[in-house]
């Protein structure tokens, strides 16, 4: 395959992060990237594509590192999240189930019932998705 294909990957990839925003798409982007570097003196797309594979996992692995480094600096420890940062209600808190947008992350959250747009704070963490919440005085 031509190293402008993999360029186009690179940059579809890189746009979509853009327009869905989870830090996720940016590491197959890099791998594609440097997929086409390699693919001027790779000719087999069997080859490109092991490169691909390769690159991916090295800078999934690199990235998850700098995510952990960065995070845990922030926190008391690992798995902390969001804890004591601001907010904002997305889907009104009814029965004590909602979501917030913090971090420009959507969780599910529970909590006193709170209308959209409410100012919140979060107070603590239940599994990896959903964050108990009071409202921000």
Do not use: C, H
């Not at 996992?57 to 601001?86: D, T």
């Not at 747009?117 to 964050?131: D, K």
């Amino acid at each position: 395959m031509q190293p402008e294909y993999w360029l186009l990957i690179a940059l579809a990839l890189a746009i979509a992060e853009v327009l869905a925003p989870g830090t996720f798409l940016i590491f197959f982007s890099a791998s594609a990237l440097l997929t086409a570097l390699a693919a001027f003196a790779l000719e087999a797309i069997a080859a490109q594509i092991m490169v691909f594979v390769a690159a991916t996992i090295v800078v999934l692995l690199a990235g998850n590192s700098l995510y952990r480094r960065v995070l845990v600096g922030r926190s008391n420890g690992i798995g902390q999240g969001p804890i004591g940062e601001p907010g904002v209600v997305e889907t009104a808190i009814v029965n004590g189930r909602g979501k917030v947008r913090v971090r420009d992350i959507s969780w599910l959250a529970t909590g006193p019932d709170l209308p959209v747009g409410s100012a919140i704070i979060v107070t603590g963490r239940m599994g990896g998705t959903l964050l108990e919440v009071r409202r921000l005085d």
